[in-house]
């Protein structure tokens, strides 16, 4: 199994990014041919301090393959297009294989 994984930072706006994000963007990444798709809001670190990232999204494939043909597909490009329309703090994409 193979996962991306999103990591967004944080906002300059909290409050617009999660009216937008579960109004329009997950509805966008919905539409993903995708084996599942788990979100997280960020809390905190370890230590208390003001975590690295804002949000998280595990978007999970069956293999690479898969991944290549669903983040090729119309669907996945509006939802990466989209993601300028919100994430005002950027993002940091990552692709991993899942151990078991």
């Not at 539409?31 to 998280?56: N, W």
């Not at 983040?71 to 329309?85: F, G, H």
């Amino acid at each position: 199994m193979v996962k991306l994984t999103v990591l967004y930072h944080h906002p300059t706006d909290p409050a617009a990014f999660e009216s937008y994000y579960a109004a329009t963007h997950m509805p966008l990444a919905g539409k993903m041919d995708v084996r599942r798709i788990e979100t997280a809001k960020v809390t905190g670190a370890p230590d208390g301090s003001k975590p690295a990232f804002y949000r998280t999204a595990e978007l999970y494939f069956d293999d690479a393959a898969h991944m290549q043909r669903s983040t090729a597909a119309p669907e996945a490009k509006a939802a990466v297009a989209d993601i300028r329309n919100f994430a005002s703090g950027g993002v940091t994409l990552l692709v991993s294989e899942v151990d078991g």
